[in-house]
């Protein structure tokens, strides 16, 4: 059974960071596919940052230069590295596999408020 489990998110005050987990079980673990997406108060889920099928990351355009997705194969684990946090930012954060023919999985999301 696939299961992701994110962590991390909490609140922040405006120009603050925070650091994202999310723990992957029950496939063989690879970053290709693994990312992550967001939902804002009254908006549709969004793409934040993504790994490709080839292992590169992509980014929503204006997320680009304050949040970094990286990968830990050892820990079967994704991180995402939000600085410069901004009220905007404030979103319930999904980490997210897609498995093509085998799926598409989502975690329980984890909430991140930016606020003073």
């Known amino acids: 059974q696939v299961q992701l489990v994110e962590s991390g998110g909490g609140l922040v005050q405006p120009g603050g960071s925070l650091k994202l987990s999310c723990v992957v079980s029950g496939i063989d673990f690879s970053v290709n596919g693994l990312g992550w997406y967001r939902q804002r108060p009254g908006t549709q889920r969004e793409v934040v940052a993504r790994?490709?099928?080839?292992?590169?990351?992509l980014y929503k355009d204006s997320l680009k230069g304050r949040f970094t997705l990286s990968g830990d194969n050892a820990k079967n684990t994704i991180y995402l590295q939000m600085d410069g946090l901004r009220p905007e930012d404030t979103a319930v954060y999904y980490c997210n596999v897609y498995l093509g023919t085998l799926g598409d999985y989502w975690g329980q999301g984890t909430q991140v408020t930016v606020s003073s």
């Open positions: 790994f490709t099928s080839m292992g590169t990351t």
